[in-house]
């Protein structure tokens, strides 16, 4: 730990609740490894004649650095309840004592700052399912006129493709009884009329029915959309069900937890500097 300037995590980090950036911390080598030509020498022996209050000293001081426990509370808490309170009074300064005091204190269950910091967390993840949930929303909305404009048109089309089929087969009928008649009596000119009638209304049936499938198309993937929105919406409300409202009080408990934060970092402090420096 000699040199180690890292700066002391927030009691909430990992909580992205009262932060107005992220601090950036130097990740910790193993605080058993890194302390070992540390431990003060003759005449100041004491930790090394309880290395068990050392070694207890250096696992708070890395799990409270770590980036993986540091938003852990309740991880932390059972270390602080864990530690040998006969040795470490034994082998450190008063101070160690009381700062361990005080860290015991910020995190345990009940405490302001932990409140504070339970109500806050309880906010964020509100405001994260309520931020989904308008998402949601504005995405089913957003489906909802092009779903019954398709609609509507996929039926006007359907409408004109059977009356373009209707023309197909009375043309078809009357081209039939033409080519029945005696051939010296037919009409030429009224098939080759027939003919082309013929050909228009096959055309524009298959135009239509073309159009038909791409609007046909395009519903379904709306549909797919808006369901997917609507499962969205319901998840986000049934998360919201589980999270309890908090009464307004934002600032109190930013103010709450920056004094946490300060007392963290007072307390992290004086264990550091007892865990590099003679006893």
């Given at each position: 730990m000699a040199g180690t300037k890292a700066a002391p995590p927030s009691l909430s980090s990992g909580q992205n609740a009262h932060h107005h950036g992220a601090r950036s911390r130097q990740s910790q080598e193993p605080m058993a490894a890194a302390t070992q030509d540390h431990l003060p020498s003759s005449p100041a022996a004491a930790?090394?004649?309880?290395?068990?209050?050392?070694?207890?000293?250096?696992?708070?001081?890395e799990q409270l650095l770590s980036r993986d426990t540091a938003s852990d509370t309740g991880r932390i808490r059972l270390l602080l309840r864990r530690r040998p309170r006969g040795v470490v009074a034994a082998s450190f300064p008063a101070a160690v004592t009381a700062?361990?005091?005080?860290?015991?204190?910020?995190?345990?269950?009940g405490s302001a700052p932990m409140a504070a910091l339970a109500r806050d967390a309880?906010?964020?993840?509100?405001?994260?399912?309520?931020?989904?949930?308008?998402?949601?929303?504005?995405?089913?909305?957003?489906v909802e006129g092009p779903i019954r404009d398709l609609a509507a048109g996929i039926d006007a089309a359907g409408k004109r493709l059977g009356e373009e089929e209707a023309v197909v087969r009375r043309t078809q009928r009357r081209l039939l009884l033409l080519s029945g008649a005696v051939a010296e009596?037919?009409?030429?000119?009224?098939?080759?009329?027939?003919?082309?009638?013929?050909?228009?209304?096959?055309?524009?049936?298959?135009?239509?029915?073309?159009?038909?499938?791409?609007?046909?198309?395009?519903h379904?993937?709306?549909?797919?959309?808006?369901?997917?929105?609507?499962?969205?919406?319901?998840?986000?409300?049934?998360?919201?069900?589980?999270?309890?409202?908090?009464?307004?009080g934002r600032k109190e408990d930013d103010q709450l937890l920056r004094e946490a934060?300060?007392?963290?970092?007072?307390?992290?402090?004086v264990l550091i500097e007892c865990s590099v420096e003679p006893l």
């Open positions: 930790a090394a004649d309880q290395p068990q209050a050392a070694a207890y000293i250096r696992l708070v001081i700062a361990l005091d005080d860290l015991e204190a910020l995190y345990s269950k309880a906010r964020s993840r509100r405001a994260g399912h309520e931020e989904r949930l308008r998402r949601a929303a504005s995405q089913r909305l957003a009596e037919a009409d030429v000119g009224a098939v080759v009329s027939l003919v082309e009638r013929l050909a228009r209304a096959q055309g524009a049936e298959a135009a239509l029915a073309v159009a038909m499938e791409a609007m046909k198309a395009r379904r993937r709306l549909l797919l959309q808006r369901e997917a929105a609507e499962v969205a919406e319901l998840t986000e409300i049934s998360a919201l069900e589980d999270i309890p409202q908090v009464a307004r934060d300060d007392r963290l970092r007072a307390d992290l402090t």
